[in-house]
Protein backbone atom coordinates (compact mmCIF):
# COMPACT_ATOMS: atom_id res chain seq x y z
CA UNK A 1 0.00 0.00 0.00
CA UNK A 2 1.06 3.38 -0.68
CA UNK A 3 1.61 6.38 1.92
CA UNK A 4 -1.60 8.52 2.07
CA UNK A 5 -0.63 11.62 -0.36
CA UNK A 6 -0.04 14.89 2.30
CA UNK A 7 -2.59 16.86 0.58
CA UNK A 8 -5.30 14.76 1.33
CA UNK A 9 -4.28 14.03 4.69
CA UNK A 10 -7.21 15.96 6.63
CA UNK A 11 -9.16 13.58 5.12
CA UNK A 12 -7.71 10.73 6.82
CA UNK A 13 -10.40 9.97 9.31
CA UNK A 14 -13.02 9.01 6.19
CA UNK A 15 -10.45 6.66 4.51
CA UNK A 16 -12.19 3.01 4.95
CA UNK A 17 -15.25 1.16 4.55
CA UNK A 18 -18.40 1.93 6.82
CA UNK A 19 -21.50 0.37 6.78
CA UNK A 20 -25.00 1.80 8.45
CA UNK A 21 -24.81 1.34 12.21
CA UNK A 22 -28.39 1.65 12.02
CA UNK A 23 -31.39 1.57 8.95
CA UNK A 24 -30.87 4.77 7.24
CA UNK A 25 -34.12 7.40 7.03
CA UNK A 26 -35.12 8.55 4.15
CA UNK A 27 -37.62 11.57 3.39
CA UNK A 28 -38.49 14.15 1.01
CA UNK A 29 -41.93 15.63 1.14
CA UNK A 30 -43.59 13.84 -1.97
CA UNK A 31 -42.37 10.51 -0.96
CA UNK A 32 -43.22 7.67 1.42
CA UNK A 33 -40.76 7.75 3.91
CA UNK A 34 -38.29 4.60 4.07
CA UNK A 35 -35.33 3.00 5.52
CA UNK A 36 -31.86 1.98 3.73
CA UNK A 37 -28.71 0.50 4.81
CA UNK A 38 -25.32 2.10 3.04
CA UNK A 39 -21.95 0.81 2.78
CA UNK A 40 -19.36 3.21 1.87
CA UNK A 41 -15.53 2.85 0.79
CA UNK A 42 -13.19 5.78 0.94
CA UNK A 43 -9.75 4.88 -0.47
CA UNK A 44 -6.56 6.37 -2.06
CA UNK A 45 -3.83 5.16 -4.75
CA UNK A 46 -1.50 7.84 -3.35
CA UNK A 47 -2.51 10.81 -5.51
CA UNK A 48 -3.70 13.95 -3.89
CA UNK A 49 -7.46 12.65 -4.61
CA UNK A 50 -9.66 10.38 -2.22
CA UNK A 51 -11.80 8.34 -4.18
CA UNK A 52 -14.93 6.94 -3.10
CA UNK A 53 -18.19 4.76 -4.05
CA UNK A 54 -21.46 4.83 -1.80
CA UNK A 55 -23.66 1.71 -2.51
CA UNK A 56 -27.21 1.61 -0.89
CA UNK A 57 -29.46 -1.33 -0.47
CA UNK A 58 -33.05 -1.86 0.29
CA UNK A 59 -33.54 -2.57 3.95
CA UNK A 60 -35.38 -6.21 3.16
CA UNK A 61 -34.71 -7.57 -0.18
CA UNK A 62 -31.16 -6.30 0.29
CA UNK A 63 -31.10 -5.13 -3.42
CA UNK A 64 -28.88 -2.86 -4.67
CA UNK A 65 -30.91 0.99 -4.94
CA UNK A 66 -28.47 4.36 -5.23
CA UNK A 67 -25.00 4.39 -5.80
CA UNK A 68 -22.48 7.12 -6.41
CA UNK A 69 -19.54 7.37 -7.11
CA UNK A 70 -16.43 9.98 -7.77
CA UNK A 71 -13.41 11.63 -5.96
CA UNK A 72 -12.78 14.36 -3.36
CA UNK A 73 -9.62 17.22 -3.81
CA UNK A 74 -8.37 19.56 -1.45
CA UNK A 75 -7.63 23.17 -2.54
CA UNK A 76 -3.91 23.49 -1.73
CA UNK A 77 -3.16 25.44 1.21
CA UNK A 78 -6.65 25.58 2.29
CA UNK A 79 -9.68 23.70 3.99
CA UNK A 80 -11.60 24.02 0.73
CA UNK A 81 -13.02 20.74 -0.77
CA UNK A 82 -14.54 19.58 -3.90
CA UNK A 83 -16.47 16.47 -4.35
CA UNK A 84 -16.81 15.37 -7.91
CA UNK A 85 -20.11 12.67 -8.00
CA UNK A 86 -21.65 10.60 -10.59
CA UNK A 87 -24.92 8.76 -9.29
CA UNK A 88 -26.69 6.02 -10.91
CA UNK A 89 -29.35 7.76 -11.69
CA UNK A 90 -27.71 9.82 -14.42
CA UNK A 91 -26.99 12.71 -12.18
CA UNK A 92 -23.44 14.25 -12.05
CA UNK A 93 -22.82 16.88 -9.15
CA UNK A 94 -19.85 18.87 -8.15
CA UNK A 95 -19.99 20.13 -4.66
CA UNK A 96 -18.05 22.05 -2.75
CA UNK A 97 -17.44 23.42 0.61
CA UNK A 98 -15.01 23.67 3.83
CA UNK A 99 -13.69 21.06 6.25
CA UNK A 100 -13.55 22.21 9.58
CA UNK A 101 -12.31 19.74 11.67
CA UNK A 102 -13.92 16.35 11.23
CA UNK A 103 -17.05 17.74 9.45
CA UNK A 104 -17.47 18.37 5.33
CA UNK A 105 -19.96 20.88 4.77
CA UNK A 106 -20.82 20.69 1.17
CA UNK A 107 -22.96 22.48 -1.43
CA UNK A 108 -23.65 21.60 -5.25
CA UNK A 109 -22.16 24.25 -7.72
CA UNK A 110 -22.95 22.39 -10.62
CA UNK A 111 -25.67 19.45 -11.38
CA UNK A 112 -26.44 17.48 -14.76
CA UNK A 113 -28.15 14.43 -15.78
CA UNK A 114 -28.80 12.71 -19.09
CA UNK A 115 -31.36 13.11 -21.22
CA UNK A 116 -33.77 10.83 -19.65
CA UNK A 117 -33.49 10.84 -15.97
CA UNK A 118 -36.09 10.57 -14.19
CA UNK A 119 -38.31 13.54 -13.31
CA UNK A 120 -38.25 15.27 -10.67
CA UNK A 121 -34.87 16.85 -11.83
CA UNK A 122 -32.74 18.22 -8.86
CA UNK A 123 -31.22 21.37 -8.60
CA UNK A 124 -29.29 21.04 -5.62
CA UNK A 125 -27.41 19.26 -3.27
CA UNK A 126 -26.48 19.98 0.52
CA UNK A 127 -24.30 17.06 2.42
CA UNK A 128 -22.85 17.38 5.27
CA UNK A 129 -20.59 14.51 6.25
CA UNK A 130 -19.50 14.37 10.51
CA UNK A 131 -17.55 12.09 12.59
CA UNK A 132 -19.10 11.71 16.13
CA UNK A 133 -16.94 11.63 19.20
CA UNK A 134 -18.47 7.77 19.00
CA UNK A 135 -16.24 7.13 15.77
CA UNK A 136 -19.27 6.59 13.60
CA UNK A 137 -19.38 8.70 10.50
CA UNK A 138 -23.24 10.87 10.15
CA UNK A 139 -24.25 11.76 6.67
CA UNK A 140 -27.27 14.08 6.05
CA UNK A 141 -28.67 14.90 2.72
CA UNK A 142 -30.85 17.43 1.91
CA UNK A 143 -32.09 18.61 -1.90
CA UNK A 144 -34.81 21.07 -3.69
CA UNK A 145 -36.16 19.64 -7.16
CA UNK A 146 -38.16 21.81 -9.51
CA UNK A 147 -40.95 21.18 -7.77
CA UNK A 148 -39.94 21.58 -3.31
CA UNK A 149 -37.48 23.92 -1.90
CA UNK A 150 -34.47 22.66 0.01
CA UNK A 151 -35.76 19.81 2.30
CA UNK A 152 -33.76 16.70 3.86
CA UNK A 153 -33.53 13.39 1.95
CA UNK A 154 -31.10 11.19 3.75
CA UNK A 155 -29.60 11.02 7.36
CA UNK A 156 -27.91 8.19 8.41
CA UNK A 157 -25.17 6.54 10.99
CA UNK A 158 -22.32 4.64 10.01
CA UNK A 159 -19.51 2.63 11.26
CA UNK A 160 -16.20 1.62 10.40
CA UNK A 161 -15.82 -1.77 9.38
CA UNK A 162 -12.16 -1.51 7.85
C1 LIG B 1 -36.57 9.59 -4.37
C2 LIG B 1 -32.69 12.25 -5.42
C3 LIG B 1 -29.95 9.42 -2.63
C4 LIG B 1 -33.67 6.40 -2.16
C5 LIG B 1 -35.74 10.56 -4.88
C6 LIG B 1 -36.19 11.63 -5.75
C7 LIG B 1 -35.11 12.35 -6.06
C8 LIG B 1 -33.97 11.77 -5.38
C9 LIG B 1 -35.06 13.58 -6.96
C10 LIG B 1 -37.64 11.85 -6.23
C11 LIG B 1 -38.34 12.83 -5.32
C12 LIG B 1 -39.74 13.18 -5.81
O1 LIG B 1 -40.38 12.32 -6.42
O2 LIG B 1 -40.16 14.31 -5.56
C13 LIG B 1 -31.61 11.74 -4.71
C14 LIG B 1 -30.30 12.34 -4.65
C15 LIG B 1 -29.54 11.55 -3.86
C16 LIG B 1 -30.37 10.44 -3.43
C17 LIG B 1 -29.90 13.62 -5.36
C18 LIG B 1 -28.09 11.70 -3.43
C19 LIG B 1 -27.48 12.88 -3.34
C20 LIG B 1 -30.71 8.34 -2.27
C21 LIG B 1 -30.22 7.20 -1.52
C22 LIG B 1 -31.25 6.36 -1.39
C23 LIG B 1 -32.40 6.95 -2.07
C24 LIG B 1 -28.81 7.02 -0.95
C25 LIG B 1 -31.16 5.06 -0.65
C26 LIG B 1 -31.83 3.99 -0.96
C27 LIG B 1 -34.79 7.02 -2.70
C28 LIG B 1 -36.11 6.43 -2.69
C29 LIG B 1 -36.96 7.37 -3.29
C30 LIG B 1 -36.11 8.49 -3.68
C31 LIG B 1 -36.48 5.07 -2.13
C32 LIG B 1 -38.48 7.24 -3.49
C33 LIG B 1 -38.85 6.35 -4.60
C34 LIG B 1 -38.28 6.79 -5.90
O3 LIG B 1 -38.60 7.91 -6.35
O4 LIG B 1 -37.45 6.03 -6.45
N1 LIG B 1 -34.40 10.68 -4.66
N2 LIG B 1 -31.62 10.61 -3.97
N3 LIG B 1 -32.02 8.15 -2.58
N4 LIG B 1 -34.82 8.25 -3.27
FE1 LIG B 1 -33.25 9.48 -3.54
Redesign the pocket.
Known sequence: TVPLNAAVAPLEWLLGTWESAEP?E?T?????P?R?T?TLHFTHVGQPVINFM?N???IETKKP??R?SGFIRIKPGTNHVAFI?A?N?G?V?IEEGELTDKQLNLQSCALSRISFA?????QQ?C?IFRLQPDGKLEQT?S?A?N??PLTQ??H?TYQRTS
Open positions: GGFPTIKFYEFAFHLHENQTLDKEPQVIRVMTNQHLI
